[in-house]
Nanobody, 127 residues
């Protein structure tokens, strides 16, 4: 199973940018799709973005499309989420997910018991 560690979260003003990283250990990371999810206080975990194993296909939620960019560097076993034009409603704990077939990311739902998950990194956007 892949071990995932997120980093890069923090406090930023609205309109600012942050770049999250998800460092993976394990041989299967580079051969599988991966994605980012987030959970705000009192809300369900929601899909943010996903990327195919090669990086050639990406998918975004409507709420972040045009502002966030997902990418990966398989040589470094790392996935990134560049977040621009941040809004207060982007405040949440962000989790990376891996080792799940693409069709689940494409649907926008991955069960918390599926694949591998990181521990999360807090992103807070002040108005």
């Amino acid at each position: 199973q892949v071990q995932l560690v997120e980093s890069g979260g923090g406090l930023v003003q609205a309109g600012g940018s942050l770049r999250l990283s998800c460092a993976a250990s394990g041989r299967t990371f580079s051969s599988n799709a991966a994605g980012w999810f987030r959970q705000a206080p009192g809300k369900e975990r929601e899909f943010v973005a996903a990327i195919s194993w090669s990086g050639g296909v990406t998918r975004y939620s409507d709420s972040v499309k045009g502002r966030f960019i997902i990418s990966r560097d398989n040589a470094k076993n790392t996935m990134y989420l560049q977040m621009n034009s941040l809004k207060p409603e982007d405040t949440a704990v962000y989790y990376c997910s891996a080792d799940v077939p693409w069709r689940y990311y494409a649907s926008g739902y991955v069960s918390p018991t599926q694949g591998s998950w990181g521990q999360g990194t807090q992103v807070t956007v002040s108005s």
